[in-house]
Structures are given as C-alpha cells and as structure tokens.
T-cell receptor
Framework: ELKVEQNPLFLSMQEGKNYTIYCNYS?????LYWYRQDPGKSLESLFV???NGAVKQEGRLMASLDTKARLSTLHITAAVHDLSATYFC???????????WGAGTKLIIKP | SQTIHQWPATLVQPVGSPLSLECTVE??????LYWYRQAAGRGLQLLFY??????ISSEVPQNLSASRPQDRQFILSSKKLLLSDSGFYLC????????????FGNGTRLTVT
C-alpha cells in the first residue's frame, strides 16, 4: 500500500529565511505532484516531477525528486508572507487516476 | 483556456436531506473528472472518478453517488445526508496524459446540521 508522509505538518517561520518541506513515499512511483492551498480555498498545481533527479523552480519555490530515496523536497528561499499556505504532495499509483496525498504542511510566514 | 465551475460555494443542509453538487468543465474534451472530499485540516480523499460519460469509479463506499450525464458535467449526490458528510468537496479534472496535473474547482463547503 502506497503511503505518503509529509513533514513537518506545521511550520512557522520568519520572512527572509530558507526552509525545506519533505515528502516521503513508501513504494515505487514515477510521478509526484506539489499543490498549494490557501485558507478556505481550492488547490493550485505547483509542480509535476516525473523522473529521478527532476528539479523545478518557480519564484522562491524549488521542488526536487529522488526516486531512489522515495523523497521529494520543496525548498523555500527567502520566504515572503505571500507564500503562507498549506502545501500538499501527492504521488501517483499505477494509474493516472489515483493519487495518494500527504496530510499537508501548513506554512505560516511572519512578516 | 480551460475552466472548471463548481457550485454552490457553500451549503448548509439538515441530516437526512438530499444533496446535489454540480461541476462543469469548459475548454476541453473528454476530461477525467474527480470528486474529492477534504475534512477540516486534513488531506484529500478521492470519492469518485470518471473517464467518460456514464463511467463512474467509486473509491470509498458511502452514502454518496456520482453521475456524469454529459462529457463535461459531473454531479455528486446523496439521498440522505449524514453528519459525517460535512466537509469541503472539490471537483477536479485532468487530461489523458499520464503526467497531467489535477485542476480543481473552487470547492463547496458543506455543513450538515
């Protein structure tokens, strides 16, 4: 059974600092997704990671995938308040339809 | 460009009442469609998905059902709501490509009283 664990589940940090969110999964998968959810809102797709060593960057966010370690990281550089949100990783099962979701990391960035 | 519409945005319903949530997608053909539920402060639970008209796969046994009467329309229903049905319901779509990410609607916040 595929399980996805995120840590930390809650993170409070100051603006300007760097930090990393981790996403571990339990069995082989070749696709990993990162999403963002603002409070009370829907989810927005951030990154799709498809292969070992994949790295994608958008602004202050950078995501990477290590399929051998079954680990993805979401790195935040010089955090700003606007990045406050809950971040979810999701890993695909065999089909295109079933994603296994992490519990989410609630990130609060204080000005 | 593709857009997804979901309504209503909020709903308060008494226990035992029926439910109908609707989702439509524009700007694409033959999308995969999904209904997710998110309990407060939790992750997402896949309820149903559909790969075509009239094709529904259920992931979690419960008193909810889904239907896809048209290519870009997905409906979530219940005949009698339970208190445990409260939550944030999200419709989503993606394309047929294996790496296609999900695109979510704005969600429906359902409170069963």
């Amino acid at each position: 059974e595929l399980k996805v664990e995120q840590n930390p589940l809650f993170l409070s940090m100051q603006e300007g600092k760097n930090y990393t969110i981790y996403c571990n999964y339990s069995t082989t998968s070749d696709r990993l997704y990162w999403y963002r959810q603002d409070p009370g809102k829907s989810l927005e797709s951030l990154f799709v990671l498809l292969s070992n060593g994949a790295v994608k960057q958008e602004g202050r966010l950078m995501a990477s995938l290590d399929t051998k370690a079954r680990l993805s990281t979401l790195h935040i550089t010089a955090a700003v308040h606007d990045l406050s949100a809950t971040y979810f990783c999701a890993v695909s099962m065999d089909s295109n339809y079933q994603l296994i979701w992490g519990a989410g990391t609630k990130l609060i960035i204080k000005p | 460009s593709q857009t997804i519409h979901q309504w209503p945005a909020t709903l308060v319903q008494p226990v035992g009442s029926p439910l109908s949530l609707e989702c439509t997608v524009e700007g694409t053909s033959n999308p995969n469609l999904y209904w997710y539920r998110q309990a407060a402060g939790r992750g997402l639970q896949l309820l149903f998905y559909s790969v075509g008209i009239g094709q529904i796969s259920s992931e979690v046994p419960q008193n909810l059902s889904a239907s896809r009467p048209q290519d870009r329309q997905f409906i979530l229903s219940s005949k009698k709501l339970l208190l445990s049905d409260s939550g944030f319901y999200l419709c989503a779509w993606n394309g047929p490509a294996a790496n296609s990410p999900l695109h979510f609607g704005n969600g429906t916040r359902l409170t069963v009283t």
